[in-house]
Nanobody, 115 residues
Framework: QVQLVESGGGLVQAGGSLSLSCAAS????????MGWYRQAPGKQRELVARITRGGTTDYVDSVKGRFTISRGVAKNTVYLQMSSLKPEDTAVYYC?????????WGKGTLVTVSS
């Protein structure tokens, strides 16, 4: 069973920066794409950023130029560097990993951006 554990959430003022990390374990097969989703109160969960095993990245328009997704050398970790944070970035952020066509989710980490 693939497990994903996020870390790095917290409280930050608008305009500040925060980094999230996610470590995957338990996979007998290689982890293909990894990503970050978020869900704000009262809103649907949305894809924030995604990175393939080869390093191709994709971002939701609202975070382009402010967030950067990357993976560790071992390919079982994924990071999200967030800068110029806005109150509307407040959400629970979830890490995902794709293995053999299945998507696994972490439990989430809360990011709160104060105005």
């Amino acid at each position: 069973q693939v497990q994903l554990v996020e870390s790095g959430g917290g409280l930050v003022q608008a305009g500040g920066s925060l980094s999230l990390s996610c470590a995957a374990s338990g996979s007998m097969f290689r982890i293909n794409a990894m990503g970050w989703y978020r869900q704000a109160p009262g809103k649907q969960r949305e894809l924030v950023a995604r990175i393939t095993r080869g390093g191709t990245t994709d971002y939701v328009d609202s975070v382009k130029g402010r967030f950067t997704i990357s993976r560790g050398v071992a390919k079982n970790t994924v990071y999200l560097q967030m800068s110029s944070l806005k109150p509307e970035d407040t959400a629970v952020y979830y890490c995902t990993g794709e293995v053999m066509g299945a998507v696994y989710w972490g439990k989430g980490t809360l990011v709160t951006v104060s105005s």
